[in-house]
């Protein structure tokens, strides 16, 4: 089942993204990932009623965790979920183009490279190549939790979450129909041993979570 009218409103795209959630983490997801559910919808236009930013870490496939079929998110991966333009312009053009209302951006814990952002703060050794580039855009979240503290790393995790999160509320096509409420943009974490979503609440200032 993909998008649904009820899905056509943040808040209800985002009950049904994390109710595919519970469904994954209950062990009773209803999505098959056999060619039927390919060809139900090849023909026609797409209708995805959420797009979700996450990273490329093998151990978080998306349309698994959420429990998706084809057709109904759309999905966008870079290390440690990084932006650059070709993600903005992919959200912008799904939001815009494909009507979406639901921009997720999914970290999750022991993000390898979130670690490579608090290694190259700790050591002042920053990685060659293209690499540095997705470093480079990790590292202010490290600094302002504070690379010294020994929870820098999950601290980081949920702070760069926060910053992705920021940067596309601001993001020059989504600024408008963010503010006006026609779109939302929230950040989770995924925990890695239960396969759940959790999401960050809004205003959190701290860098620690509560309790
Ligand atoms: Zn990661």
Redesign the pocket.
């Known amino acids: 089942m993909p998008s649904t009218p009820a899905a056509r409103t943040p808040r209800a795209a985002l009950a049904e993204l994390l109710a595919g959630n519970r469904r994954f983490v209950s062990g009773q997801p209803v999505h098959g990932h056999d060619v039927t559910a390919a060809a139900a919808v090849a023909s026609g236009d797409q209708q995805p009623y959420a797009v979700v930013l996450g990273?490329?870490?093998s151990r978080?496939p998306l349309e698994a965790i959420f429990d998706q079929t084809f057709g109904s998110i759309c999905v966008i991966r870079t290390?440690?979920h990084v932006l650059d333009r070709a993600v903005c312009g992919s959200i912008e053009y799904v939001v815009g183009q494909l009507g979406v209302r639901l921009v997720m951006v999914l970290?999750?814990e022991r993000?390898?490279?979130?670690g490579s952002a608090v290694d190259a703060l700790r050591t002042g050794r920053r990685p060659g190549g293209a690499l540095a580039y997705v470093v480079d855009r990790i590292v202010p979240a490290v600094a302002e939790v504070g690379v010294d503290d020994p929870a820098a790393h999950p601290l980081a995790v949920r702070r760069h979450v926060r910053r992705t999160v920021a940067a596309l509320r601001a993001d020059d096509l989504l600024a408008a129909p963010v503010a006006a409420g026609e779109v939302a943009v929230v950040g989770a974490l995924y925990d890695l041993a239960t396969g759940e979503v959790t999401l960050l609440p809004e205003g959190e200032t701290r860098n620690r979570p509560p309790g």
């Not at 993000?111 to 979130?114: E, R, Y």
Request: proline share 0%; glycine share 24%; hydrophobic share 40%.
């Open positions: 990273c490329i870490d978080v290390g440690a970290g999750h993000c390898g490279a979130v």
